[in-house]
């Protein structure tokens, strides 16, 4: 930790001696050090095992909610119809 303490005022140097090549090159080396993460998090298998329990997750969401659907509209005409013969 000290080692890259004493570092810092040699990387700031370089960067006031050559700011904006020297920016680009750390921002193209970010960027692809990002690609290759989120690339190798795709990748893993946990990662695709969350994305297929999603996938069923929802089509078991999405069915619940088609029959909560068709139970109420049974019990409005339930209800309907009721109050018809009350009435």
Do not use: C, F, H, W
Not at 55 to 66: D, H, L, W
């Amino acid at each position: 930790m000290i080692e890259k303490a004493r570092e810092v005022p040699d990387v700031v140097g370089q960067l006031a001696s050559d700011p904006r090549g020297r920016v680009s090159r750390m921002y193209r080396d970010l960027a692809d050090r990002g690609e290759r993460i989120v690339s190798g998090v795709r990748r893993s298998a946990p990662t695709r095992r969350a994305v297929d329990q999603v996938g069923s997750a929802r089509s078991r969401v999405k069915a619940a909610v088609t029959s909560v659907g068709r139970v109420v509209e049974a019990t409005a005409a339930a209800s309907r119809n009721a109050a018809r013969k009350i009435g």
